[in-house]
């Protein structure tokens, strides 16, 4: 059986979709949907107050950017999720606590702001008191899946301190769960007369 977002894309975008891994792509949580400023994984509410949870994606490869992608969530704070938002102009299914959530951007590619951050989805929740977190997991059919706009099937990975300086994850009163992307190998142009020459 097909996974679940291929089949979706394949359906709202009439495309094939290969599978290419994206060493790079990163998604992260953030209660701030200015990130250009600062990423914000961790709040403390009052009980009672309800806060966004935004959906980004980054450090996107030869692709771009985004058609859809797919995760789920582990929530530990008590409390409960009000709304799930697509924030793509497509369509999604699934709920992303019970059944993982599969989002998807329709015709129109997606591309990151000036930033490089694609803000792709928005989930509001009512705080109830008890401290904890949200995990970002891989979605139960289409594993850590999101699909570029060369039509290829790229892997995410969960931003991390060693790759973003903030944790991918979410807290609520809580320190936020460990990410486990890796950080940007740093590549410097050289001539093989200058390699050569550290032989000599």
Same mark, same amino acid.
């Given at each position: 059986?097909?996974? *679940?977002?291929?089949?979706? *894309?394949?359906?709202?975008?009439?495309?094939?979709?290969?599978?290419?891994?994206?060493?790079?792509?990163?998604?992260? *949580?953030?209660?701030?949907?200015?990130?250009?400023?600062?990423?914000?994984?961790?709040?403390?509410?009052?009980?009672?107050?309800?806060?966004?949870?935004?959906?980004?994606?980054?450090?996107?490869?030869?692709?771009?950017?985004?058609?859809?992608?797919?995760?789920?969530?582990?929530?530990?704070?008590?409390?409960?999720?009000?709304?799930?938002?697509? *924030?793509?102009?497509?369509?999604?299914?699934?709920?992303?606590?019970?059944?993982?959530?599969?989002?998807?951007?329709?015709?129109?590619?997606?591309?990151?702001?000036?930033?490089?951050?694609?803000?792709?989805?928005?989930?509001?929740?009512?705080?109830?008191?008890?401290?904890?977190?949200?995990?970002?997991?891989?979605?139960?059919?289409?594993?850590?899946?999101?699909?570029?706009?060369?039509?290829?099937?790229?892997?995410?990975?969960?931003?991390?301190?060693?790759?973003?300086?903030?944790?991918?994850?979410?807290?609520?009163?809580?320190?936020?769960?460990?990410?486990?992307?890796?950080?940007?190998?740093?590549?410097?142009?050289?001539?093989?007369?200058?390699?050569?020459?550290?032989?000599?």
């Amino acid at each position: 059986m097909r996974h *679940l977002l291929v089949v979706l *894309l394949v359906a709202a975008l009439a495309v094939s979709v290969t599978a290419e891994e994206n060493p790079n792509l990163a998604i992260f *949580l953030s209660a701030d949907d200015d990130t250009a400023n600062d990423v914000v994984n961790e709040v403390c509410p009052n009980i009672n107050d309800t806060f966004n949870v935004y959906v980004c994606f980054d450090r996107f490869g030869e692709g771009g950017g985004m058609l859809g992608a797919a995760f789920m969530f582990d929530r530990t704070f008590g409390g409960f999720k009000l709304t799930q938002t697509n *924030l793509l102009p497509g369509l999604d299914f699934g709920d992303v606590e019970t059944d993982g959530w599969a989002i998807t951007a329709g015709a129109e590619c997606q591309f990151p702001d000036a930033n490089g951050v694609l803000i792709a989805a928005t989930c509001q929740y009512l705080y109830l008191g008890t401290p904890g977190t949200i995990t970002i997991l891989p979605h139960p059919i289409d594993a850590n899946s999101a699909a570029d706009c060369l039509n290829e099937l790229d892997f995410w990975c969960v931003a991390s301190v060693l790759s973003h300086e903030s944790e991918g994850g979410f807290g609520a009163c809580a320190d936020p769960p460990d990410g486990n992307c890796e950080p940007l190998s740093p590549v410097e142009e050289a001539t093989w007369g200058t390699i050569k020459s550290f032989y000599r």
